[in-house]
């Protein structure tokens, strides 16, 4: 990444954010309002606004970030060996800009996919879906 893009997005994002998205960072558990949020609507990338989330595939892990069962699409996320930290994980990244987001896990709902997308709320933007009863 380039020094002036770096700078740009130091700008654009809270500094969590960039932490997280950018340095790899992991915000601490159950600060994040996404966590216990059960709003319809999607979840984007807080860098690059790439949908990554829906609702309909969020789950109540317990575990202090939010989780989902599989990603908005196929190619919404990219997985990488994670190896940091004297572990081996598999890292979830945005497919499109490469934002850090979290990790996944195989101890899922096993009624659906099996997986937990366990991610940082920091890297996300959520959008409501829009209310039709108006």
């Known amino acids: 990444m380039s020094d002036n893009n770096n700078e740009t997005l130091r700008e654009k994002l809270s500094p969590l954010a960039y932490q997280v998205t950018q340095e790899k960072g992991t915000e601490r558990p159950f600060t994040s309002s996404f966590s216990e949020s059960w709003h319809e609507g999607d979840y984007h990338c807080v860098v ?42 598999t890292e979830v990244v945005c497919h499109n800009c490469g934002a850090h987001l979290g990790h996944v896990f195989p101890d899922g709902p096993p009624k659906s996919t099996g997986l937990r997308y366990c991610i940082n709320g920091a890297a996300l933007n959520f959008l409501h879906e829009p209310d039709v009863s108006d």
Request: hydrophobic share 40%; aromatic share 10%; net charge negative.
């Open 48 to 89: 690059c606004d790439a949908l990554l989330f829906e609702s309909g595939h969020q789950f109540n892990a317990g575990c202090g970030w939010p989780s989902f069962d599989a990603p908005a699409s196929v190619e919404a996320v990219a997985e990488h060996r994670d190896v940091s930290h004297g572990m081996i994980r």
